[in-house]
C-alpha cells in the first residue's frame, strides 16, 4: 500500500501517493486556509495508504493535519532529524524549513551534487547542497506573487495583473509595464542571487527550479538547468522510504 506524501505550505497543501519505486498519478490539492478536519475527509476519506509523510511551514495547520492523520496510521513529520539522505552543515538545523529539507533530499538523487534548488513559492527560496553532499544553507527572497500584489494594494490607480510573459520591455499599457517590471525585474533578482551563490560554492552546480512560477521565469533565465515540478514531492517519498521501509 502507497505511503501518503503531503506538502503543507503557505498558500496551497499538496497531496500525493508513492511507494518506493516512483510517486503515483493521484493527486490532490487544497488551499492552505482551508484546511480543516472537514476538507481534509472530503479529500482523503476514500484513500488508501500505509503511512503518511508531511512536511509543514505552517504550524496552526500541521496541528490539524495530525490530528487527522494519526487516526489512519503511522506519521512523521519531516525535520532535521528524518533520514534526508544527505548531510547538514548549518549552525541551526532546526530553523531549515522541512520544505527545503524535502527538496534537498530530492535534487541529490534526481540530479546530482553540488546543486542549487530555487523554489518558486509564496517566497522564493535558493537552497545550497555541496558536492559532500550537505545542505549548506541559502537565501529567501519575496516570491513573484508579492512583488505583483504589492502595487495594486498600496496605489490607487495601478491594476491587479496576471503574471504573464511581457510583449516587450517597453511597456505600451499599464498591464505590460508592470507584468515587465515584475518578471523582468524577477529575472534579474534570480540571476544575481545564481551568480552570487556559485561564486561561493566549489564545484559547478546543477540548479534546479520549482513551484508554481518556474515555468514563467525559467524561461528566460539560462543558467537555471531544469523545472522539476515534482521535487518536494519526491523529496517526501524518498525519506518515507527510510522511515518506513521498503
Known sequence: MPWLLVDNSNSRTKFA???????????????????????????LENV??????????????????????????????????????LGIDYPLPSQIGADRLANAAAVVARHGAPAIVIDFG??????????????????????????????????????????????????????????????????????????????EMSGKPHIIATGGDAALIARGVTEIDAVDPDITLDGLRRVAARVFGI
Open 48 to 85: 488508501a495508504f500505509s503511512a503518511a509523510l508531511v512536511c509543514s511551514v505552517v504550524p496552526a495547520k500541521a496541528g490539524v493535519l495530525k490530528t487527522y492523520l494519526t487516526a489512519r496510521g503511522p506519521l512523521h513529520f519531516l525535520d532535521h532529524q528524518s533520514p534526508l539522505g
Open 122 to 199: 509564496t517566497a522564493v527560496t535558493f537552497d545550497v547542497i555541496s558536492s559532500a553532499p550537505a545542505y549548506c544553507g541559502g537565501v529567501i527572497a519575496p516570491g513573484l506573487g508579492a512583488m505583483s500584489g504589492y502595487l495594486p494594494q498600496k496605489t490607487a490607480l495601478l491594476p491587479a495583473i496576471e503574471l504573464e510573459e511581457p510583449p516587450s520591455a517597453i511597456g505600451k499599457s499599464t498591464v505590460h509595464a508592470m507584468q515587465a517590471g515584475a518578471v523582468f525585474g524577477y529575472r534579474g533578482l534570480v540571476r544575481e542571487i545564481i551568480a552570487r551563490l556559485r561564486a
Open 17 to 43: 501517493l508513492g511507494d518506493a519505486e516512483r510517486l503515483h498519478d493521484w493527486r490532490a490539492v487544497i488551499p492552505t486556509p482551508e484546511i480543516a478536519p472537514e476538507t481534509l475527509a472530503a479529500t
